[in-house]
Every structure is written in structure tokens, then in C-alpha cells.
């Protein structure tokens, strides 16, 4: 169950914690001057959340106080930077795995009301005859109005082979139950086609674990229809795995460095060992291809191993490290930056494409059909 703007937004998350001044209402010590390195008194930090959990008008927990004092500890680090709740950080997890259990949907808030945008194919939901445009009324008898759709996947997930009783209606039909078990899914992240004799069509949209071996898959059934020539379609890809973007790069970048990650202390190189690729390339970018995706249009271009084509990038060019804590929530640390095989930082600034070309709303997708034009001359 996948709230679908959720997880193309998750990368891009800022939360902020603003402090305001407020008169002393307790009795605090006075310390004398502190150098520069002189460490934080954690006695000084207790008597303040013990001012605020004591004199703030709402109720408030030391737990909620705790995560928020956390939480400010990210305030001046970069807006990939973050800490995570149990329940935040689970739903990280998941979203960068590409896997989940649930009923194999995606959904939307529109006008107060839940609307299924996408079951996935082969899910419970798609199985039992759901469809998208369908709307939810109610789960296991409880009516939703009203609800948000984080409320709304709430009730709706739970333990694999466990059911679930949701209620739909199509358009002004009569309302329909359908009780669904619960199933472990993985969501594809490529999608591809053979357009235009000899030329492979693939979409990837995002980086997850299961990315290579799904470019690999698709690679392995083009070639059996004679395809000389890729589409590798990037457009809102948010990015995902470094190592993916890596290794999907492999396939396509020749011999030599494919991206530099840059640390506090050390720069880490890694490269391709494909003596010569296989196929003619065309990479496809938009302003919402991100991080790993840019890292590899980066490649292909210092590389000159393809065209990248589209308009400019987002620009992040960053690397985080994800970290598990004791009580189950967790940190996003950038720990990084990455530069491209001619060392240039895009973090700010983005690819810009060899041929820019913008798609206009409601229009044909010109840059596909650059894409195909560049390939069939």
C-alpha cells in the first residue's frame, strides 16, 4: 500500500525545528565563559526540556520532546540530512528496498476523498479485479472520510497472509467489498519495449536493489529482438542506490572512472571495465532526475558514451549514509559528495543535456522523439 507522491518526495524531504526565545520561567545555572570546544552540559539540556515539558500550555511528552531535541540537531546540516522516527525510518527502509507488504496499490487525496491511482499489476488488488480511478470507502468497516492517506495506509497495512476488507466504488456504481490477503511485493523499478525496428525502450524509476538485475533481464529479452540501439528513459527517476547507479552504469560506460565520491578525508573512484558498449545510447533527463540518476548521465556524458538529452537536472550531488539506532529510528547523514568522471560538481546545479528539448503540457513527448530521431539517422 504506497501513497505514490510519497515516495518520489521522500528524497527530497526538509523538516525544520524552529525555536523560539521565551523568558525563564525556572531558575537555570550560570556558567562562566566556555571556549570553543568546551562540551554541551547535558544537565543544562534536562533542566530546559524539564522547563518546557512543565510550563507549556498542551500536554506534551518527554518521548515527543526527545525526537524534537533530535531532530534540531539537523537544523544547520543540509536538507538530506535527517533523523527518523521507528515508524519514519520503516517506511524509509521500505521505499528504498522496493519491497513492502500490502495490497499492491497506490493512492491519492483528491477532494476529500481516497482514489486508487495505480493498482500494481499482479498485486492482490489487481488480481481481485481493483482498478485505477477506483475509490476507497471504508477498510474492514471503518468508514474513511476524511481521512488522510497516511491514515488511510495505516489501516490498510499490516502482516503478510493476514486479510483485509476494503470497500470500493467505480464511478456511480453500487459500492463493492473485496477482502484481500495481505501479500510481500516488489516493486518494478523498469519497465521496457522494443520502438522503431531496432531500437530498446527502458524506463527506470528509481535505484532499489533490484534495479541492475532488472536492466540486465530487460537487456537480455531486447536483445533477443535484434536491438542495436537504447532509450534509457531517467525522467523523474529521484535516484536511490549508489552502488546501482554504479553498476547499472557498467553496462553502458566504457572503460575508466564512472563517478568520484569525494569524503571528509578520502576520495573514492569507481570504474567500468567494459572494453566497448554494446548499443547507442540516449539517455533521457527532467528537472526531477536526481542524485543517482545524475550520476550516471554524468557519466555518459564525460564519458561520451551516449547523448543525454531533456532539460537540466536537479542538482543533487550528494551522497547519505543510512543509520539504524538502538530504538529502532534512524539517521539520513550525507557523508559525501560525488563528482563526475571529469570532476565536475553538479550538487546546485544539475546535468544540463547535451540537446535540451522540453516537453509542452498536453503535448506529444518530443523528447522521446528526439531520442528516437538521434538513433535512426
Not at 476523498?113 to 470507502?137: F, N, V
Not at 499490516?158 to 511485493?185: C, H
Not at 557523508?335 to 546546485?348: D, F, M, Q, S, V
Amino acid at each position: 500500500m504506497r501513497n505514490k507522491n510519497h515516495i518520489r518526495n521522500r528524497i527530497f524531504q526538509l523538516i525544520l525545528a524552529t525555536i523560539i526565545s521565551i523568558s525563564t520561567l525556572l531558575p537555570l545555572p550560570v556558567y562562566g565563559e566556555a571556549g570553543e570546544d568546551t562540551p554541551i552540559d547535558l544537565v543544562y539540556f534536562i533542566q530546559i526540556m524539564d522547563l518546557v515539558k512543565n510550563n507549556y500550555v498542551h500536554d506534551i511528552g518527554e518521548e515527543q520532546l526527545i525526537q524534537g531535541s533530535i531532530k534540531g540537531l539537523f537544523y544547520y546540516l543540509d536538507e538530506n540530512s535527517d533523523y527518523y522516527t521507528k515508524e519514519e525510518f520503516h517506511q524509509l527502509l521500505e521505499d528504498i528496498s522496493g519491497d513492502f507488504v500490502g495490497i499492491g496499490i497506490f493512492i491519492k487525496e483528491e477532494d476529500g476523498q481516497i482514489i486508487i491511482t495505480e493498482p500494481i499489476k499482479d498485486g492482490p488488488a489487481y488480481k481481485a479485479g481493483i482498478r485505477s480511478g477506483d475509490m476507497i470507502l471504508a477498510v474492514d468497516g471503518q468508514d474513511i472520510r476524511g481521512l488522510s492517506t497516511k491514515e488511510v495506509v495505516d489501516l490498510i497495512k499490516g502482516e503478510a497472509n493476514t486479510k483485509v476488507n476494503i470497500k470500493v466504488q467505480r464511478g456511480k456504481g453500487e459500492p463493492k467489498d473485496y477482502t484481500l490477503t495481505r501479500e510481500s511485493i516488489r516493486i518494478k523499478t523498469v519497465e521496457y519495449k522494443k520502438i522503431n525496428g531496432d531500437i530498446g525502450y527502458i524506463r527506470l524509476s528509481q535505484f532499489s536493489q533490484y534495479s541492475q538485475g532488472e536492466i540486465k533481464d530487460a537487456l537480455n529479452k531486447l536483445d533477443k529482438e535484434n536491438i542495436s540501439s537504447i532509450i534509457l528513459d531517467l525522467r523523474g527517476n529521484p535516484g536511490g542506490l549508489l552502488e546501482e547507479a554504479v553498476d547499472i552504469s557498467r553496462l553502458f560506460i566504457p572503460e575508466g572512472p564512472i563517478v568520484h565520491i569525494k569524503y571528509k578525508d578520502n576520495m573514492v573512484t569507481y570504474y567500468s571495465t567494459l572494453k566497448k558498449p554494446k548499443y547507442k545510447l540516449v539517455v533521457l533527463v527532467d528537472e526531477n532526475s536526481a542524485s543517482a540518476s545524475e550520476i550516471l548521465a554524468g557519466a555518459v556524458q564525460d564519458r561520451k558514451a551516449g547523448t543525454v538529452v531533456g532539460v537540466p537536472t536537479y542538482g543533487k550531488g550528494t551522497v547519505q549514509q543510512l543509520l539504524s539506532l538502538p530504538r529502532g529510528d534512524g539517521i539520513k547523514l550525507t557523508i559525501a559528495e560525488y563528482l563526475t568522471p571529469n570532476k565536475r560538481n553538479i550538487n546546485g546545479k544539475g546535468i544540463t543535456p547535451d540537446i535540451i528539448v522540453e516537453n509542452k503540457d498536453g503535448g506529444k513527448d518530443a523528447q522521446l522523439q528526439k531520442a528516437i530521431d538521434l538513433l535512426t539517422k
